[in-house]
T-cell receptor, first 115, second 114 residues
Framework: KAGVTQTPRYLIKTRGQQVTLSCSPI?????VSWYQQTPGQGLQFLFE???????NKGNFPGRFSGRQFSNSRSEMNVSTLELGDSALYLC??????????????FGPGTRLTVL | AQSVTQLGSHVSVSEGALVLLRCNYS??????LFWYVQYPNQGLQLLLK??????LVKGINGFEAEFKKSETSFHLTKPSAHMSDAAEYFC????????????FGQGTRLTINP
């Protein structure tokens, strides 16, 4: 089975721009979660989607948004980029067969640099 | 609120020595705990997870962890370190029933000395 894929792997943007990141989950997985990883704040939960609905959201401003499509692929969007948005953005998928004991499988991440 | 604390942001051991990475959790309900490893420029890979079936959990690459409720700990160990174990390790707890929202510790960078 193919793993979680994220595109693009690297992205450079300037302040004020917006960006869209894409995530394709493992085939059959319906839950997709997004995390932000920075040296200062570590790994922080952004949001989770299941069956095209956002089920949970972390403590991030409204500039961060996401969506999930009927094929479970997910995108996240960051508008009006700030320097502090520079981070590794990780996507994870899970099958949700067993609830919150399910394993989340992570993609390689998208490295976003904001100049 | 549920959280995890990893003691020691950096741990250095010699090749062949015991690896011990510490994780303590706080939780008002039975926790579901995970250890992930991250190699440079890669995503996270699951090492092992605790789901209440057994307190001693064996994972990949020779790692294991023991859930100790009395100590609220879930420390990760490996009897003999290998150079390939050099990476960053994260302890995490899934905090919402039926959902996928991991709360991570700050991570421990493991260095292996030859």
């Amino acid at each position: 089975k193919a793993g979680v894929t994220q595109t693009p792997r690297y992205l450079i943007k300037t302040r004020g721009q917006q960006v869209t990141l894409s995530c394709s989950p493992i085939s059959g997985h319906r839950s997709v979660s997004w995390y932000q990883q920075t040296p200062g704040q570590g790994l922080q939960f952004l949001f989770e989607y299941f069956s095209e609905t956002q089920r949970n959201k972390g403590n991030f401003p409204g500039r961060f948004s996401g969506r999930q499509f009927s094929n479970s692929r997910s995108e996240m969007n960051v508008s009006t980029l700030e320097l502090g948005d520079s981070a590794l953005y990780l996507c994870a998928s899970s099958s949700l067969a067993g609830g919150n004991t399910d394993t989340q499988y992570f993609g390689p991440g998208t490295r976003l640099t904001v100049l | 609120a549920q959280s995890v604390t990893q003691l020691g942001s950096h741990v250095s051991v010699s090749e062949g020595a015991l690896v011990l990475l510490r994780c303590n959790y706080s939780s008002s309900v039975p926790p579901y705990l995970f250890w992930y490893v991250q190699y440079p420029n890669q995503g996270l890979q699951l090492l092992l997870k605790y789901t209440s079936a057994a307190t001693l959990v064996k994972g990949i690459n020779g790692f294991e962890a023991e859930f100790k409720k009395s100590e609220t700990s879930f420390h990760l160990t490996k009897p003999s370190a290998h150079m390939s174990d050099a990476a960053e390790y994260f302890c995490a707890v899934n905090i919402i029933q039926g959902a996928q929202k991991l709360v991570f510790g700050q991570g421990t960078r493991l260095t292996i000395n030859p």
